[in-house]
């Protein structure tokens, strides 16, 4: 089955102390992102790659870290979590031009930071 | 920039009925694509339905269909038959078609309750 696996689900963490939130997609997909989803804001994205090991800031690229090693892998990295990151997230991907067809986006992180 | 503007928060409709969801979009470009995405409360996102601008026809799914006014920059989305399971957050956004355009742009959300 065509998908974005995200890990983990559910995740509560401590103030500064580093974790990972992985993606993978098994569609060959060139293009994936990561976006937070807060109430009343909608969803903001966060970091993008284009390809292997090119990636670029989005819109709140602040405190988070992103790495493309793998074509089907895209891992958001926080290095120093803080409440403020307290957030739905998604990754997403997308066959070819960028955005243009629309992501498929994995079933979401939801990350609590005390 | 580009913002996308939801101005309903919340709306409920009659199961069988027709309910309407708003979009308005500020955009200078003349080439770009719109997507209405669904969140249910398994909060998956699901791609609804996709209009490309420079297609005057409006794009259709099945009960889903959107009103597309590209000179008001107007997007609207039509439920036909609601039916239980449409109930869900529903988030209209904008994709620059240019090189590049790597982000969607989304609106804050209209919540949707469909009423038995």
């Known amino acids: ?114 | 920039a580009q913002t996308v503007t939801q101005s309903q928060p919340e709306m409920s409709v009659q199961e069988a009925e027709t309910v309407t969801l708003s979009c308005t979009y500020d955009t200078s470009e003349s080439d770009y694509y719109l997507f209405w995405y669904k969140q249910p409360p398994s909060r998956q996102m699901i791609l609804v339905i996709r209009q490309e601008a420079y297609k005057q026809q409006n794009a259709t799914e099945n009960r889903f269909s959107v009103n597309f006014q590209k000179a008001a920059k107007s997007f609207s989305l039509k439920i036909s038959d609601s039916q239980l399971g449409d109930a869900a957050m529903y988030f209209c956004a904008y994709s620059y078609s240019g090189a590049g355009s790597y982000q969607l742009t989304f609106g804050k959300g209209t919540k949707l309750s469909v009423i038995p």
């Open chain 1, 1 to 114: 089955e065509a998908q974005v696996t995200q890990n983990p689900r559910y995740l509560i963490t401590v103030t500064g102390k580093k974790l990972t939130v992985t993606c993978s997609q098994n569609m060959n997909h060139e293009y994936m992102s990561w976006y937070r989803q807060d109430p009343g804001l909608g969803l903001r994205q966060i970091y993008y790659s284009m390809n292997v090991e090119v990636t670029d800031k989005g819109d709140v690229p602040e405190g988070y870290k992103v790495s493309r090693k793998e074509k089907r892998n895209f891992p958001l990295i926080l290095e120093s979590p803080s409440p403020n990151q307290t957030s739905l997230y998604f990754c997403a991907s997308s066959l070819s031009g960028g955005a243009n067809y629309g992501y498929t986006f994995g079933s979401g992180t939801r990350l609590t930071v005390v």
